[in-house]
């Protein structure tokens, strides 16, 4: 309960730092974005296909827009707790250093939810598809799922290497999300967008619909194992970076 | 309430030769008491302050706060520890409640005590008149207070303190000072490094001074300035082996 309390604690100031004017329009302007992706379609190609535009918003919203809400948040949140000496500060209590963690992970999730649930909202809209409520609630989770398990992803770079933790979090998201995962290999297996990839065709029954080979870039098992994976997914990194952690040492020159 | 018994401290420099920050330094602050720790830049001083504050594992060596060892025991010892770094990274755009508030909860304190205790800071640290202020347009002193009330905001035992009064002006320094002998007088174990021996040579209960990372003398401003006519500045460069500056004859 008071490790709850901790990083709900370290949840709340991380989201007040985070609510600087930048970062307000940069995420307006992400949630703006995939809606006027999809006006654009439709203004070019008339009324959008319904697969084509959910195929649109998920590699906007899920894929896109949460990735680079995570990047602007959760990297540059530790980062600047160590270049700014804050993090000395939170370090020094009891159980400071998770709580920093996983305060920061979950203000970064929190935000990077918020802004991709509006985008969603306005791209479903803007697409002027058939179900929107249904598409709405099964965007909401994948959105929910990437954030959870991508930002579990750059808290390991934030840790590693907090000062170059943004390139690093790129790298990572090149070689892992977007090289990895779709490799039709046992590697795509620890990646969160095989996960994302075989819920959406799960949830949109498109599974008999897709050409054989795309079935091996798809994971066949049912949606409960594919959330499964990426919750125990989150929870194994969020531990090896709470572990990297605990034992980092703050020599004084970290704090110049 | 703070030990520090034949602490060794290596780093492995970038060419891979071994640094040796702090190389048997032993030291002890009772409740009640307020020793300044004395050193030029590189003596080891702050090494040995974040080793106290958890911050870095000791090489070999006994660091304790409260009686709890910093690496084996380091939440105890945190609970009991107020620490305040050369940096005071206080966040610009939150006000002083906001962040005394945030630390007292990421310390567990309940609402009621958490309440108490941020207001009777804000009292005591003179902040009342900026705290909801964003700290981004509060002065370096003001600042430097902010980051003393985190410090204190879960009413540590023991105090340790890297330069607190390094961004402060005179004044500043002084109030500082002069609340630290408050605490002192209230119980608190306060260790102190500074540069500035004439601010705080009437006002701390003993000196540690080291040099190369070892302690090279120790004991009250009477008996280490004893005999010197230039008091604890001329003993602090015979300790550490430089000469006193000449006086400048205009």
Redesign the interface.
Known sequence: M?ML??T???A??QL??M??PQRVVIGLLGAVFPAAVLLAARRIGGQLDRNFAVLLVHALIPEAICMLGLLVTMCPAVADELE?????????????RR?LLLGTYVAAVAWTCGVALIAVVLALAAAGVSGGGGLAAMFGGLVLLSAVGRGALFALPAVVVPKRALVASVGVAIVVEYLAGFLPAIVNQVTVSLRLRSLLVSWMDWRRQLPVEFSMILDPNPAWVQIGAVIVLAGVLLAAAVLILERR????AD?S | MIEVIDLVKH?RAADGTVVRAVDGVSLEVRPGEMVGLLGANGAGK??TM?VL?????PTTGTARIAGCDVRTHP?GA??H?G?V???????D??TPR?ILR??G????LGPDVLEDRVEKLVGVLDLRSCADRPCGRLSSGQRQRV?LG??LVHDPQALVLDEPTSALDVMGSRDLLDFLVTLRSQGHAILLSTHRLHETERRCDRFVIIDAGKVVAQGTREALAAGRPGGLEEAFFAAVARPAPAEVVP
């Open positions: 008071t309390a901790e709900m604690a370290v709340g100031f007040r730092r609510l600087t700014r000496g804050t993090w000395a500060y939170v370090a020094t209590r009891p159980r400071g709580a040492q703050f020599p004084p704090e | 780093y702050t090494t974040r504050a958890t911050l870095l594992r939440i945190r609970r520890l620490y770094s050369a940096t005071t990274g206080v966040p755009r939150l906001e945030s630390y909860r990421i310390h567990g980051s985190r410090a």
